[in-house]
C-alpha cells in the first residue's frame, strides 16, 4: 500500500491566488513527521515545511501553511500569493519515527504551474 | 552554515563502465548521509543510508553500492552501469534529532548509453 499518496499530477493557479496540494498518507505509527518539499527544474530538492503527528497547531512557514488533519491522515500544503517562481514540483513526504532508522517515503508528486 | 556539494552535476556513461558519484557536508559534524534516485517524472527511491563513518545500509539490492570514507564524505559507485541506472542521483544529510530535516544536495544527472 502507498504510504505517501498525492493524488494531483498537476496543478494549475493564476499569480497571487492561493492554491492546495493534497497529501494523505498511511501509517499506523502514533509518532511520525510530514515533510514537504519543492523540486524546481533544476532539481535541487528545497525543504519547506515540516509538521509533527504530536504538534498542535498547523505549521506555518512564510507563504506556506500545511493543513493537518490527523483523523483523515491528510496533509495538505498550501501557498498562498502564489508567485511565478512557484512553478515546481512539489513532494510530500513522511517519516515513521517508531522504526529504527528515521527514513522518509516520498509521494510521487505534483506539478505546479503558476501563469501570469 | 552547512552547504551540501554533489560532482559531477552532469555525467554520460557507456553501459558497462565504473561510476563514482561524490557528496560532501561541510558545516556539520556526524551528519547522518542519504543517496536517492530520481527517475524521470518520479518520486524519490531511497538507496542507501549512513549513520557514521564506514557504517552503510542498502535499501534496495541493485548493482551499486557506497561507502562513507570520512565523517562528511558520501560516495555512490559501480563496477558495471547498467542502462537502468540513468536517473538524477541526490545526496542528502541530516542531523539526528526530534525532526531530523533532510537537506539535499544539487544532485548528478547519469545517463547511461
Known amino acids: 500500500a502507498q504510504k505517501i499518496t498525492q493524488t494531483q499530477p498537476g496543478m494549475f493557479v493564476q499569480e497571487k491566488e492561493a492554491v492546495t496540494l493534497d497529501c494523505t498518507y498511511d501509517t499506523s505509527d502514533p509518532s511520525y513527521g510530514l515533510f514537504w518539499y519543492k523540486q524546481p527544474s533544476s532539481g535541487e530538492m528545497i525543504f519547506l515545511i515540516y509538521q509533527g503527528s504530536y504538534d498542535q497547531q498547523n505549521a506555518t512557514e512564510g507563504r506556506y501553511s500545511l493543513n493537518f488533519q490527523k483523523a483523515r491522515k491528510s496533509a495538505n500544503l498550501v501557498i498562498s500569493a502564489s508567485q511565478l517562481g512557484d512553478s515546481a514540483m512539489y513532494f510530500c513526504a513522511m517519516r515513521e519515527e517508531g522504526t529504527g532508522f528515521q527514513k522518509l517515503v516520498f509521494g510521487t508528486g505534483t506539478r505546479l504551474l503558476v501563469s501570469p | 552554515s552547512q552547504t551540501i556539494h554533489q560532482w559531477p552535476a552532469t555525467l554520460v556513461q557507456p553501459v558497462g563502465s565504473p561510476l563514482s558519484l561524490e557528496c560532501t557536508v561541510e558545516?556539520?559534524?556526524?551528519?547522518?548521509l542519504y543517496w536517492y534516485r530520481q527517475a524521470a517524472g518520479r518520486g524519490l527511491q531511497l538507496l542507501f543510508y549512513?549513520?557514521?563513518?564506514?557504517?552503510i545500509s542498502s535499501e534496495v539490492p541493485q548493482n551499486l553500492s557506497a561507502s562513507r570514507p570520512q565523517d562528511r564524505q558520501f560516495i555512490l559507485s559501480s563496477k558495471k552501469l547498467l542502462l537502468s541506472d540513468s536517473g538524477f542521483y541526490l545526496c542528502?544529510?541530516?542531523?539526528?534529532?526530534?525532526?531530523?530535516?533532510?537537506?539535499f544536495g544539487p544532485g548528478t544527472r547519469l545517463l547511461v548509453l
Open positions: 549512513s549513520v557514521g563513518i564506514g557504517q
Open positions: 542528502a544529510w541530516s542531523v539526528s534529532g526530534r525532526i531530523e530535516t533532510q537537506y
Open positions: 558545516g556539520t559534524s556526524n551528519p547522518n
